[in-house]
Nanobody, 122 residues
């Protein structure tokens, strides 16, 4: 069983910063892509930022220049530094990891954290 646990969400004023962290644990052989997704009420879940094991990143246009994703492969963690936060960033943020389980040879699976709420409000 794999578990992803997020932390770092909270209430912040516009222009402020938050750092989200996610730790994956369990029967993990390796993790390919990790990422952060968010879902605001009434909206579809969207990709915020992803990062491959090799460090290649991809950001949503709406967060480019403001958010930075990073990971520590040895610790199976991924973080999202969020700066210059806007009210539009308010959402539940979910950690995602594409994981090859120990004992699995062909398939990876996507795992999700339970989410952490980020609220940007004055």
């Amino acid at each position: 069983q794999v578990q992803l646990v997020e932390s770092g969400g909270g209430l912040v004023q516009p222009g402020g910063s938050l750092r989200l962290s996610c730790a994956a644990s369990g029967s993990i052989d390796s993790i390919s892509t990790m990422g952060w997704y968010r879902q605001a009420p009434g909206k579809q879940r969207e990709s915020v930022a992803t990062i491959t094991r090799g460090g290649s990143t991809n950001y949503a246009d709406s967060v480019k220049g403001r958010f930075t994703i990073s990971r520590d492969n040895a610790k199976n963690t991924v973080s999202l530094q969020m700066n210059s936060l806007k009210s539009e960033d308010t959402a539940a943020y979910y950690c995602n990891a594409n994981i090859l389980l120990r004992g699995s040879y062909y398939y990876t699976n996507d795992y999700w954290g339970q989410g952490t709420q980020v609220t940007v409000s004055s």
